[in-house]
């Protein structure tokens, strides 16, 4: 089992950048793969992007190729989530999520383990 923490969402203008964050308890995060969704109001929650056990393999939601990178830290049990050039739309509650088995997923239920969530709101 593991338990999830994000942190680094806030207020940002439109084209600026955040940091996301989330912190991983346990002693086989490198065992997981890892993707962030987000949630606007009214809206259905969106695959963002899934990062592979070790790293090595990326992939991202269509709205946010070329903007948004995740990356990994198994050392220190950490997923990331870089966000350029960020749009209003990308306004959202934005979720890391855990997947068991390895496999790069892009749909929410296939992922088995979820955080609080943390907001990020971009101002036109």
């Known amino acids: 089992q593991v338990q999830l923490v994000e942190s680094g969402g806030g207020f940002v203008q439109a084209g600026g950048s955040l940091r996301l964050s989330c912190a991983a308890s346990?002693?086989?995060?490198?065992?997981?793969?890892m993707g962030w969704f987000r949630q606007a109001p009214g809206k259905e929650r969106e695959f963002v992007a899934a990062?592979?056990?070790?790293?090595?393999?990326?992939i991202y939601g269509d709205s946010v190729k070329g903007r948004f990178t995740i990356s990994r830290d198994n050392a220190k049990n950490t997923v990331y989530l870089q966000m350029n050039s960020l749009k209003p739309e990308d306004t959202a509650v934005y979720y890391c999520a855990a997947e068991s088995y390895g496999i790069m997923r892009t749909q929410g239920y296939q992922y088995d383990y979820w955080g609080q969530g943390t907001q990020v709101t971009v101002s036109s």
């Open positions: 346990g002693r086989t995060f490198s065992s997981y793969t």
């Open positions: 990062i592979s056990r070790s790293g090595g393999r990326l």
